[in-house]
């Protein structure tokens, strides 16, 4: 894969040049005409519209049916009897995909959650950020600084397994096993390019696989499909949201998204992350701002409960715009019920403070039958 400089914004001082003001005008002008078409809105009839339209561009290719192909190619018994297996999934468009599942000792049924690791511009490691290694792995030590920064040295998977859940996560195309050798973080521009070369979408297809990794989960023996939740932070946030929006309202009933929740406007701010290229275009669905803005995405998981965890200290998310994206959101859920957000401490990360109100909140939604948090 070539590696080549990206293109970003234009620093200020440089569009302010006679030569490229044009530029600058025009991408004003285009910006201050972005009106989403289905942006939220009460009647009974936007929700039906604005799932066909999330649908259709997130979905790609979607889930095309095929059974669950699945090889358990390790496993071990941790901490409390958890059963950690070490599996190789199909996902969608035909790929596989290395994955981890933890399942907590018993017969169950079990309540389950499926984990959706981060960016973090880190590819050598992926389901691993959130569950930890099988014994002896080589991607030991990156996982355990991976937690250690952000979050308090817990793997979130682990210890939700200790709680009772049932817990699975899957490398996203890029990442731990699905990536190569020296990926960084100028490489992303060009694996997005060629893709769209192939008429897919890097977002897209890590959709696509989210939901397939979603419905295996709820396939597996011992798990009470009534009671299957998702969580993700950073990039894994807004692919929970985004995943929980687009699914079936029976096959995810409830959602935990820390730290990835804006409105469009806020993010499209000089030296924001989105207005870079790379990392932007894991989560860029080609025509989707058109129809919806992120919140208007995940308005559509409701009446079903979310919570959401933002930080006044995170720099990658305004916090005004973190706020009005709340704000935007609230108006989904009839009186407010099953929609929270809830502000913390620390910027972007997930301490032990937010893994506490996580926990609490996910036990009221799924309530496990032997919990010990």
Request: with cysteine.
């Amino acid at each position: 894969m070539i590696r080549r400089r990206h293109f970003s914004l234009l620093p200020a001082a440089l569009l302010a040049a006679p030569a490229l003001a044009g530029l600058d005008d025009s991408l004003q002008r285009l910006q201050q005409q972005w009106r989403p078409r289905l942006a939220w809105r009460a009647e009974p009839s936007w929700h039906a519209e604005a799932l066909a339209s999330a649908q259709r561009h997130i979905l790609q290719p979607g889930d095309d049916g095929a059974r669950f192909d699945t090889d358990v190619l390790a496993e071990e018994t941790r901490a409390g009897g958890v059963l950690a297996q070490q599996l190789r999934l199909r996902v969608a468009a035909g790929e596989h995909a290395p994955a981890l599942f933890l399942r907590p000792a018993g017969p169950g049924p079990h309540p389950a959650v499926l984990l959706l690791h981060d960016h973090g511009a880190r590819f050598d490691i992926g389901k691993e950020k959130l569950i930890a290694p099988m014994a002896g792995a080589a991607e030991t030590a990156s996982a355990k600084a991976w937690a250690a920064r952000y979050f308090d040295s817990t793997f979130i998977g682990d210890w939700l397994a200790a709680q009772g859940y049932a817990v699975l996560c899957v490398d996203a195309l890029g990442w731990g096993g699905r990536t190569r050798p020296g990926f960084a973080r100028d490489d992303q521009q060009a694996l997005a390019a060629h893709l769209q070369q192939l008429g897919f979408s890097w977002a897209g297809l890590i959709a696509s696989d989210d939901l397939r990794s979603l419905r295996w989960l709820r396939a597996q023996d011992g798990i009470d499909r009534h009671r299957v939740g998702v969580f993700g932070f950073s990039m894994g946030a807004f692919r929970a949201w985004q995943l929980a929006a687009v699914a079936e309202p029976h096959e995810a009933q409830a959602c935990i998204a820390a730290h990835w929740m804006c409105t469009r406007e806020g993010l499209l701010r000089p030296g924001g992350n989105a207005l870079a290229g790379q990392s932007a275009f894991t989560m860029l669905h080609p025509g989707l701002a058109a129809e919806l803005d992120h919140p208007d995405v995940a308005a559509l998981i409701a009446p079903r409960p979310l919570l959401l965890m933002g930080s006044p200290e995170d720099a990658l998310f305004p916090w005004d715009a973190a706020q009005t994206a709340a704000r935007q959101l609230a108006r989904a859920w009839p009186g407010g019920r099953g929609f929270q957000y809830e502000a913390v401490a620390g910027g972007h990360r997930f301490g032990r403070e937010a893994q506490q109100l996580a926990a609490q909140w996910l036990k009221a939604r799924l309530a496990p039958s032997s919990p010990s948090v």
